[in-house]
């Protein structure tokens, strides 16, 4: 009865949870950034992809994305919804995985791609300007557009349900054993022959004795 | 028994023939008889207060109603019983025996035809040593002839597993447990215990189990 009445429970309020949740989906681009050296130098492509990124993505790159993908709700919300993450392969190529998250497909991928175009945008006009004193360049296109996802990213109902599902036994089945090891009062014979693990040779049931059983 | 002297406990439906528990100990006695070579039984508890006197008179009781002779000891050094719920003196008994070395049938009394009760006797300042000799065994097995079950009745399972004489000494332990108030975790960690120690655990009884 506790574990039905816990599992129902736990999944009950997780569906409720989750239908109550702002649904999320995630639009994701990626931008291929091309690092070029001059012959006969030395560079390190993480220190130079690093600051790449971290030239172009100052100076009010986020104020335009924003204004690009027509988000009004703050600076800050945006940055929340927003997931860049600069990667560089085995072979040495560098890529920029850009992610937002919102609360409808579109503005999900509009924004994902805003930032994208934005950042691909600012690498050329850095890339004018050549590096490091010369002998270092860089140049970026976008790799992969995002596309606006079909099904939402959170909240997952199934998942959630399944996870409160198995939650919700394992806890059931936790409380009442420990229930059961605290509990006073037994079932009867079989009840402690089953705990005690040795025969009951006898039940005696109370009877209207004046004071105490001693 | 002397009925005016028993004022907080009502000892008749355990010696009543007619008593509606006499069946329920009737059947517990016979178990007890189908156990081979298992006269002497120390009967333990628990914790206090869940009714080892009440089943060794019950159970003594249903014995000596089906025709064997038995004999409840009290062997609770430390908290006396059996007199009380007898409402009779404690002036000698099984302490008397075992310092002059006299068989117990003359510190006790038939409190039924063919039930002999031997109260404690004046308590000692050192129970344990009592507890612990090979006199109290001698003494106890002195009453077998001619009875087919002595009862003793013990301290709680604790004490019992620290005196050499109650946990070896005898034939077998019966475990009285509250079908009301004793923890199951209470209970499985006593006969864990009892079973540890190398006990002849020959069962539990149930006192004081919801009727139905």
């Known amino acids: ?214 | 028994m002397n009925p005016e002297v028993v004022k907080d406990f009502d000892v008749g439906p355990l010696l009543d023939a007619n008593s509606p528990t006499r069946r329920f100990y009737e059947e517990l006695a016979e178990k007890l008889l189908s156990l081979e070579r298992v006269r002497s039984v120390v009967v333990t508890a628990v914790e206090h207060g869940v009714g080892r006197t009440s089943v060794c008179l019950g159970l003594a009781a249903a014995l000596a109603g089906m025709g064997h002779r038995a004999a409840v000891v009290d062997c609770n050094l430390r908290r006396p019983h059996l007199h009380r719920v007898l409402g009779e003196p404690n002036f000698v008994g099984l302490t008397s025996g075992l310092e002059t070395g006299r068989a117990l049938e003359n510190y006790g009394r038939e409190i039924l035809p063919g039930l002999l009760a031997v109260p404690t006797g004046p308590v000692p300042s050192d129970p344990a040593s009592y507890l612990g000799s090979e006199r109290l065994v001698e003494a106890v097995r002195g009453l077998e002839e001619g009875r087919r079950a002595i009862l003793l009745d013990s301290p709680v399972a604790d004490r019992v597993v620290a005196s050499r004489a109650l946990s070896e000494g005898f034939d077998g332990i019966l475990l009285v447990v509250h079908g009301v108030r004793t923890s199951k975790s209470i209970a499985r960690e006593t006969t864990d215990n009892l079973l540890e120690a190398g006990t002849n655990l020959l069962g539990v009884v149930l006192n004081g189990c919801a009727r139905g």
């Open chain 1, 1 to 214: 009865m506790l574990v039905v009445g816990l599992t129902v429970a736990l999944v009950l309020g997780v569906v409720a949870v989750s239908l109550f949740q702002e649904p999320v989906y995630t639009a994701e681009a990626v931008v291929y950034v091309s690092l070029q050296e001059d012959p006969g130098t030395t560079f390190d492509p993480q220190s130079f992809f690093s600051n790449v990124v971290g030239a172009v993505t100052g100076g009010g790159l986020m104020r335009e994305v924003m204004k690009k993908a027509g988000w009004k709700a703050g600076v800050e919300g945006f940055r929340q919804r927003l997931d860049v993450k600069p990667v560089i392969s085995q072979g040495g190529e560098s890529s920029l995985e850009v992610r937002f998250s919102g609360s409808s497909a579109g503005q999900a991928a509009r924004s994902a791609n805003s930032y994208a175009y934005l950042f691909v945008e600012r690498v050329g006009k850095l890339g004018q300007n050549r590096l490091a004193g010369g002998t270092l360049n860089a140049d970026a296109r976008v790799e992969r557009r995002a596309v606006p996802p079909v099904r939402k990213s959170s909240p997952r109902i199934l998942l959630r349900t399944a996870v409160a599902l198995f939650s919700g036994l394992l806890l059931g089945m936790g409380g009442a054993l420990f229930l059961e090891s605290r509990a006073r009062g037994w079932r009867g014979v079989r009840d402690a022959e089953m705990t005690l693990k040795v025969p009951v040779l006898g039940a005696i049931p109370e009877y209207d004795a004046a004071g105490e059983e001693v």
